[in-house]
T-cell receptor, first 113, second 110 residues
Framework: EAGVVQSPRYKIIEKKQPVAFWCNPISGHNTLYWYLQNLGQGPELLIRYENEEAVDDSQLPKDRFSAERLKGVDSTLKIQPAELGDSAVYLC???????????FGPGTRLTVT | QQQVKQSPQSLIVQKGGISIINCAYENTAFDYFPWYQQFPGKGPALLIAIRPDVSEKKEGRFTISFNKSAKQFSLHIMDSQPGDSATYFCAAGAWGKLQFGAGTQVVVTP
């Protein structure tokens, strides 16, 4: 079974530029998560989807961050405009059911200069 | 507000030794307590998890001890191997929503 796929793996952009991250979860996993992981810290939840519905986006900075999960499969996380403080690893995870084991992708390392 | 506190921040253990990592939580509604292992450049991977109806769970060399009254849980890595060198995160949550600790970097020396 293929794992969680994320792209790109690395991204370097200048501040104020837009950036997008893509995630393809494990087939059949209806719950999808986006996490932010700062250096030396644990993951922090940004948004959680049940199929195509965002059921928890309370930690998503909505002034510059947006996400979508069309058709309840792939998901895209966007930042516009990026700030220096957005430099971090963005992790996508999924689970088969709401309280099931979460499987993480390798993450996208974003550097904002 | 950090809801899950993890210690130590780092530890060095000799091959064959025992690694012990501790976590404490505040929210009594939490009912799921997983431990994740993360290697550089990789995403976290689930090692072992426990629910509050048991006080201990063992899988191979990894054991979780859980103290509901103290709101604490710990990971014991027995017979530590160099391949265990990684960062370990505890987490706690309910209904699929997890709060992670800050992580412990474990180095196992040959």
């Amino acid at each position: 079974e293929a794992g969680v796929v994320q792209s790109p793996r690395y991204k370097i952009i200048e501040k104020k530029q837009p950036v997008a991250f893509w995630c393809n979860p494990i087939s059949g996993h209806n719950t999808l998560y986006w996490y932010l992981q700062n250096l030396g810290q644990g993951p922090e939840l940004l948004i959680r989807y049940e199929n195509e519905e965002a059921v928890d986006d309370s930690q998503l900075p909505k002034d510059r961050f947006s996400a979508e999960r069309l058709k309840g499969v792939d998901s895209t996380l966007k930042i516009q405009p990026a700030e220096l403080g957005d430099s971090a690893v963005y992790l996508c995870a999924c689970s088969f059911v709401l309280e099931g084991e979460q499987y993480f992708g390798p993450g996208t390392r974003l550097t904002v200069t | 507000q950090q809801q899950v506190k993890q210690s130590p921040q780092s530890l060095i253990v000799q091959k064959g030794g025992i690694s012990i990592i501790n976590c404490a939580y505040e929210n009594t509604a939490f009912d799921y307590f997983p431990w994740y292992q993360q290697f550089p450049g990789k995403g976290p991977a689930l090692l072992i998890a426990i629910r509050p109806d048991v006080s201990e769970k063992k899988e191979g060399r990894f054991t979780i001890s859980f103290n509901k009254s103290a709101k604490q849980f710990s990971l014991h890595i027995m017979d530590s191997q160099p391949g265990d060198s990684a960062t370990y995160f505890c987490a706690a949550g309910a209904w699929g929503k997890l709060q992670f600790g800050a992580g412990t970097q474990v180095v196992v020396t040959p």
